[in-house]
């Protein structure tokens, strides 16, 4: 299992595989790692890179997908077009999780809206044809920690480009939500 700071990492370092065997310390914030990880950080990012070369670990890759959304954005969208938007967009269990954090309801709506276009991107499809809103959902694990539940098109399409595993991150500040999603594919 791979923390998820060095995720972050491998993919700052090595977007198209592996480059050289030391990490590049202009690349990463050296604060938001602490020092006692640093070589485990440095080893797992090499061995990620070797997934995504595909040459090294039997044709595996890595994928993907990056989106940031405007809060006010949603709001927007929200207020305008009230349920219209919302059950295009979300499950009702995604409204249910979003409305129950009070102040904090629009960002999460915003920060679930960034992961469903994320998953789209490293999905390779986008949403539309390969993938609609509702066919991501956003739910959390038991842990907490935000997961994905594909549906339909969406599912089709992870299983047809041999998805073997989705991860996702979701991080929301006073204006933007932000989210990232990682597929690893055979």
């Known amino acids: 299992m791979y923390n998820e700071k060095a995720v972050e990492t491998v993919l700052i370092l090595c977007p198209d595989g592996p480059k050289d065997k030391t990490t590049d310390s202009g690349s990463v914030d050296a604060g938001s790692i ?8 440095q080893e797992t990012a090499l061995f990620l890179c070797q997934i ?15 989106d940031i959304v405007d ?21 009702s269990n995604e409204q249910k999780a979003c409305r129950l954090k009070g102040k904090g309801e629009m ?16 999905l390779g499809t986008g949403i539309g044809a390969g993938a609609s809103f509702i066919d991501i ?3 959390q694990d038991l842990s907490g920690s935000p ?40």
């Open 34 to 41: 602490p020092a006692r990880d640093a070589k485990r950080v």
């Open 52 to 66: 995504n070369d595909g040459r090294r670990r039997g044709n595996m890759s890595i994928r993907c997908g990056v």
């Open 71 to 91: 809060i006010t954005r949603i709001q927007t969208a929200i207020l305008n077009h009230g349920d219209t938007f919302l059950t295009r967009v979300y499950t």
């Open 107 to 122: 960002a999460s709506f915003a920060a679930r809206f960034a992961a469903k276009e994320a998953v789209a991107k490293a």
């Open 137 to 139: 959902e956003i739910i």
């Open 147 to 186: 997961s994905v539940l594909l549906h339909h098109d969406a599912k089709h399409t992870f299983e047809q480009m041999g998805g073997i595993e989705l991860a996702i991150s979701l991080s929301h500040e006073k204006t933007y939500a932000v989210a990232q999603a990682v597929l690893l594919i055979k």
